[in-house]
């Protein structure tokens, strides 16, 4: 699903950039995180995207469901979008 690799792509992106001091995290949840290790930021954000989306897959038939499963897609390709933005902005 392109929203698991999107979320990859902003956590690598949030980890980045958090980490050479040009960005902050802003959820409160994945700064701790951020704060315990790098390691355990990946993790948290990993796994809490991917369970949430898997549960909103497995509810797709449910238009709730679905409709998050597309706007959920849509955040994170502008939130992929912005990171790209700041990088090339440099």
Do not use: Q
Not at 2 to 30: H, S
Not at 49 to 64: A, D, K, P, Q
């Amino acid at each position: 699903m392109a929203i698991l690799v999107l979320n990859l792509l902003d956590a690598v992106f949030t980890l980045v950039l958090v980490t050479a001091g040009l960005a902050v995290e802003a959820n409160p949840l994945m700064e701790t995180a951020l704060e315990r290790s790098p390691l355990a930021f990946m993790l948290a954000k990993l796994s809490l995207v991917s369970l949430g989306i898997l549960f909103l897959y497995r509810m797709r038939h449910h238009r709730f469901a679905a409709i998050a499963l597309i706007g959920s897609t849509v955040v994170y390709a502008a939130v992929v979008a912005y990171h790209l933005s700041g990088i090339a902005a440099g």
